[in-house]
């Protein structure tokens, strides 16, 4: 069980240094720095649950940028609707019902499987819920798995790692004092 933690940690440092270069270069060219208008109570609540402060501002980055409006919905939820009425074509937005929701875009069936108790609906119990799922993950298996799982499984979770990893990094070099 030791070796496999230290082999989860030897691939990690490795991934994240060839990540390192890509984020730094990414971010230099960026047209907007990224910053967080939740920040203190992110880094708050990533303390208190015991989990990664850099991954928790990278997946609340990730998954909402500035936005902290708890019904924000997911980008994959929505779909158009038109209806023809009098010779006029309305257009309506709906979204899927359990779309994901709040700063971590958590679904609701998720939320109500890990998370009961917490309304993924308000920002409260979106980040309280995160940081549980979070630090369950992290716990049971490790930091990688964790911030996979967020974005569930297959390619698109590959691609949703990398995208976090690289914003760690940029967090790593640029965001947070060392101490």
């Known amino acids: 069980m030791q070796l496999r933690g230290c082999c989860s940690g030897c691939v990690l440092s490795v991934f994240l240094a060839l990540l390192l270069a890509t984020a730094i270069s990414t971010c230099a060219h960026a047209q ?70 709040g700063r971590f875009q958590i679904k609701p069936s998720t939320a109500r499987r890990r998370c009961p108790g917490l309304d993924v609906f308000t920002y409260v119990g979106n980040t309280r819920c995160f940081a549980r799922m979070f630090a369950e993950d992290a716990e049971q298996h490790d930091i990688i798995y964790a911030i996979t799982r967020h ?15 690289a914003v760690i990094g940029w967090i790593a070099v640029t965001y947070l004092e060392k101490t």
Do not use: M
């Open 32 to 101: 907007t720095r990224p910053r967080w208008l939740d920040g203190i109570v992110l880094l708050d609540l990533a303390d208190s649950a015991g989990i990664d402060e850099k991954a928790t501002l990278a997946i609340a980055w990730e998954e909402s940028r500035e936005n902290l409006s708890p019904h924000l919905r997911g980008h994959h939820c929505w779909y158009t609707h038109r209806v023809v009425v009098e010779d006029t074509v309305i257009v309506r937005q709906h979204h899927e019902p359990d779309c994901e929701v």
């Open 151 to 165: 974005n569930g499984s297959g390619p698109r979770a590959r691609e949703y790692l990398t995208r976090v990893l």
